[in-house]
């Protein structure tokens, strides 16, 4: 059973955002083993330059790679990453399993992005729109396709 590991930086305040990713976490255990881990984010100022949000970032992404595993498929939510529609989204998970991978890692940043290094070191950079979301709705939206592809994988009906 492929393992799908989502890292995100900052926790999940808003209680309808929780019910939701429980509620897609539920769903997805019969197709896969999901392990979702919470990085700390750092305090952003309002008015903070392009040093200190790179200060930001790599702070950041030192507590995101203690969690990446060194034999995972690394996909990095950025802006200007690939876009799928959902049917090349399942399609490249399944082509992972079929490969021989075994656990997908997909990385969240927080308000200000992720790191040169975390972007540079992944293995692929996804986006799922030129619209910018808040980063704690992005880990529901992203639930949602990760299941949404595993029922296409299946042969399942969803929604189109």
């Not at 992720?114 to 799922?128: K, P, T, V």
Request: with cysteine; net charge negative.
């Amino acid at each position: 059973m492929m393992k799908i590991k989502i890292l995100s930086v900052g926790k999940i305040k808003e209680p309808f955002m929780r019910e939701a990713i429980a509620e897609y976490s539920k769903r997805l255990s019969k197709y896969c083993t999901l392990e979702i881990c919470e990085v700390d984010d750092e305090k952003t100022p309002d008015n903070a330059g392009e040093k200190a949000n790179e200060r930001i970032r790599a702070a950041e992404a030192e507590r995101l790679k203690k969690l990446i595993p060194d034999d995972a498929y690394v996909v990095a939510l950025a802006i200007g990453g690939r876009e799928y529609t959902s049917v090349e989204f399942a399609d490249g998970i399944d082509r992972l399993g079929i490969d021989g991978v075994s656990q997908i890692v997909f990385i969240i940043g927080g308000s200000i992005g992720l790191s040169e290094e975390i972007l540079e070191n992944a293995d692929e950079r996804m986006s799922f729109s030129r619209l910018t979301f808040p980063h704690q709705l992005m880990r529901v939206i992203l639930l949602e396709q990760i299941y949404r592809a595993f029922r296409i994988i299946k042969g399942e009906p969803y929604h189109k």
